[in-house]
T-cell receptor, first 115, second 116 residues
Framework: AQSVAQPEDQVNVAEGNPLTVKCTYS??????LFWYVQYPNRGLQFLLK??????LVKGSYGFEAEFNKSQTSFHLKKPSALVSDSALYFC?????????????FGKGTHLIIQP | KAGVTQTPRYLIKTRGQQVTLSCSPI?????VSWYQQTPGQGLQFLFE???????NKGNFPGRFSGRQFSNSRSEMNVSTLELGDSALYLC???????????????FGPGTRLTVL
């Protein structure tokens, strides 16, 4: 069975500084990886995904993520943080082609951007 | 294009009752999945429907069930409610046009269920 780990419950970053939210995964075969963001009392908003190809994936709102197969990681990054980036971030994995399983999510990381 | 919609947004029930939640997917999306979000367990997959058939089911008791209609709208039912069923229930849709699992799931705002 697949699993996702987000080792940090909370990440604090000063506005304007680069941010990284960490994610590692475990899955048989080549993974499909996703990042979502959740604002208070809202559903999940899709940020970006890795399916295949270039290891650096660019997504919405200036976010990007780097897929590292050898380290089984898919860290979310942004060069310059905004206060409005403060939210709960989820990394998710889906089994490779042919699976009908839902997404398996990490526990989430609270990102706090300080003015 | 309208996003995924869920009704109702908030619901209060008492133990032992049953509840039905509704989800309308994005137009053209044929797959609907349901997830439960709680502070303790996080986000957990309940089940996925495609073309009115349940394709897969997460590790939840039989009290949790669902169905999908011919227009791809989906309902989720929880019978004999327990206090632990209090959660945010999220619906997500994806195109799933070729059965592939690479397409993105888009989530609705959720239904907040409180069981007293």
């Amino acid at each position: 069975a697949q699993s996702v780990a987000q080792p940090e419950d909370q990440v604090n970053v000063a506005e304007g500084n680069p941010l990284t939210v960490k994610c590692t995964y475990s899955v048989s075969g080549n993974p499909y990886l996703f990042w979502y963001v959740q604002y208070p009392n809202r559903g999940l908003q899709f940020l970006l995904k890795y399916i295949t190809g270039d290891n650096l994936v660019k997504g919405s709102y200036g976010f990007e993520a780097e897929f590292n197969k050898s380290q089984t990681s898919f860290h979310l990054k942004k060069p310059s943080a905004l206060v409005s980036d403060s939210a709960l971030y989820f990394c998710a994995v889906r089994p490779p082609e042919g699976g009908a399983d839902g997404l398996t999510f990490g526990k989430g990381t609270h990102l706090i951007i300080q003015p | 294009k309208a996003g995924v919609t869920q009704t109702p947004r908030y619901l209060i029930k008492t133990r032992g009752q049953q509840v039905t939640l509704s989800c309308s997917p994005i137009s053209g999306h044929r797959s609907v999945s349901w997830y439960q979000q709680t502070p303790g367990q996080g986000l957990q997959f309940l089940f996925e429907y495609f073309s009115e058939t349940q394709r897969n089911k997460g590790n939840f008791p039989g009290r949790f069930s669902g169905r999908q209609f011919s227009n791809s709208r989906s309902e989720m039912n929880v019978s004999t409610l327990e206090l632990g069923d209090s959660a945010l229930y999220l619906c997500a849709s994806r195109r799933a046009s070729s059965g592939t699992s690479t397409d993105t799931q888009y989530f609705g705002p959720g239904t907040r269920l409180t069981v007293l």
